[in-house]
């Protein structure tokens, strides 16, 4: 009961940490990321990877000609283990970057750290999904169809700025590194995402790298 009692106040501490961190990220990035690196829960990761399942169970509805449970969720273990697979690797090399640039960090830090570059994938694949549910393709043969591409392209380079912004901070607070030595980190770091964006499309998994 004791150990329950723990389990639960954790949870619930990580989630109020998650909540103010969720805000933060988007308001003010550059202090919330020191303070997700130097006190983050990794309890925290749960929350990021509920919001992470949600959009697999949506995509997984999305993309299922019949509601089929074992189909449903075999498509959802896969997209899931695939974008934890991602996530795992690039923890890894900001773990062995450190490394070498004799800087070693916990994994603790980097791992919350990378968790969080995930909102913006998540909220740009959601944005996507619900897109092509409301106004399905082609979107350019009326008025209507002209403004939400319009519109489209503006959140998707909102959302991408947004996760250029915390991909620097990642390495900016996770490696304690300045600008130079950061770009120096991605030249290491990109190729391997570039090869498993090119194996989950090869496999089926993912059109677009949930990174």
């Known amino acids: 009961m004791h150990l329950l009692s723990n389990a639960l106040t954790y949870i619930s501490v990580s989630f ?42 949506l995509a997984s509805l999305i993309k299922a000609e019949s509601f089929r449970p074992f189909l449903l969720t075999k498509h959802f273990i896969i997209l899931l283990t695939g974008a934890f697979l991602g996530y795992a690797v690039v923890v890894l090399l900001l773990w062995v970057c450190s490394v070498f640039l004799r800087k070693r960090r916990l994994m603790k830090g980097l791992a919350i750290a990378w968790g969080y570059t995930l909102i913006p994938t998540v909220a740009w694949f959601f944005f996507a999904s619900l897109s092509y549910l409301l106004i399905p393709p082609p979107r350019t043969e009326t008025v209507l169809g002209i403004v939400f591409s319009f519109l489209y392209l503006v959140v998707s380079s909102v959302l991408l700025f947004w996760k250029a912004e915390l991909y620097y901070l990642t390495l900016r607070f996770g490696l304690q590194v300045d600008l130079i030595r950061s770009v120096g980190v991605s030249i290491v770091i ?22």
């Open 16 to 57: 109020l940490s998650f909540s103010k961190h969720i805000i933060g990220i988007a308001y003010a990035p550059y202090s919330t990321y020191r303070t997700i690196v130097e006190r983050g829960k990794t309890g925290e990761l749960l929350f990021v990877w509920c919001v992470c399942s949600a959009y697999f169970a």
């Open 190 to 211: 990109i190729p391997f995402m570039v090869i498993y964006s090119v194996v989950m499309y090869r496999v089926g998994v993912f059109r677009v790298p949930f990174l």
